[in-house]
């Protein structure tokens, strides 16, 4: 069973929990709460297809096991300046003080590949040594670029080896997810 634990503007508002976290971050509109409703099986996570909807930091509980959380998007959002910056902050404030991250799921929109924001988090993360693992999502959509960056986890020693494909439309690639969240 998985209930809303809230939504929270700030880090230190967070509830302190036992529980291990896993939190989804990405552009905007890259499919973060589709893809978490498709994981749990619930409509729990508010989607839009205006980006720039998740404006905080929304946490479930899923059978008082685990936590899962949907960050904010970047890098799109019509949102100004100065309220950007401050969930940057707040992003990082999050990956560097919450002892609870087991793991940071990146998503990356397959249709569009990796973008300077992405790897900017990625490099965030290999310096501070936060373990991520990129998932490309909307897997059922065209892809329309033919030259998309590869990764590696060569060149980024934080990252999980494994890169994941899914779709939260058609339900696919949901599984490795599940197996390493603990989802049943």
Same mark, same amino acid.
């Given at each position: 069973? %998985?209930?809303?634990?809230?939504? /929270?503007?700030?880090?230190? =508002?967070?509830?302190?929990?036992? /529980?291990?976290?896993?939190?989804?971050?990405?552009?905007?509109?890259?499919? &973060?709460?589709?893809?978490?409703?498709?994981?749990?099986?619930?409509?729990?996570?508010?989607?839009?297809?205006?980006?720039?909807?998740?404006?905080?930091?929304?946490?479930?509980?899923?059978?008082?096991?685990? %936590? *899962?959380?949907? !960050?904010?998007?970047?890098?799109?959002?019509?949102? =100004?300046?100065? $309220?950007?910056?401050?969930?940057?902050?707040? !992003?990082? +404030?999050?990956?560097?003080?919450?002892?609870?991250?087991?793991?940071?799921? %990146?998503?990356?929109?397959?249709? *569009?590949?990796?973008?300077?924001?992405?790897? $900017?988090?990625?490099? /965030?993360? $290999?310096?501070?040594?936060?373990?991520?693992?990129?998932?490309?999502? &909307?897997?059922?959509?065209? %892809?329309?670029?033919?030259?998309?960056?590869?990764?590696?986890?060569?060149?980024?020693?934080?990252?999980?080896?494994?890169?994941?494909?899914? =779709?939260? +439309?058609? &339900?696919?690639?949901?599984?490795?997810?599940?197996? *390493? *969240?603990?989802?049943?």
């Amino acid at each position: 069973m %998985i209930k809303f634990v809230g939504g /929270f503007d700030k880090v230190a =508002s967070l509830p302190n929990t036992q /529980f291990p976290e896993y939190a989804f971050v990405g552009r905007s509109n890259v499919g &973060k709460s589709s893809l978490i409703n498709a994981l749990v099986g619930v409509n729990v996570a508010r989607t839009s297809n205006t980006p720039g909807r998740t404006q905080t930091l929304n946490l479930f509980n899923l059978d008082d096991k685990i %936590i *899962i959380v949907d !960050l904010p998007g970047y890098g799109y959002a019509r949102v =100004s300046r100065v $309220d950007a910056l401050k969930w940057l902050k707040r !992003l990082e +404030e999050y990956l560097m003080t919450r002892r609870q991250l087991r793991r940071l799921f %990146i998503l990356i929109d397959s249709r *569009i590949g990796v973008r300077d924001s992405d790897l $900017d988090l990625m490099d /965030f993360c $290999d310096v501070h040594g936060i373990p991520y693992q990129v998932v490309y999502t &909307k897997k059922d959509k065209r %892809i329309r670029e033919k030259q998309q960056q590869e990764l590696s986890h060569e060149n980024h020693p934080a990252m999980a080896a494994e890169i994941l494909e899914t =779709s939260a +439309e058609k &339900k696919t690639g949901l599984e490795p997810l599940k197996a *390493i *969240i603990g989802i049943k």
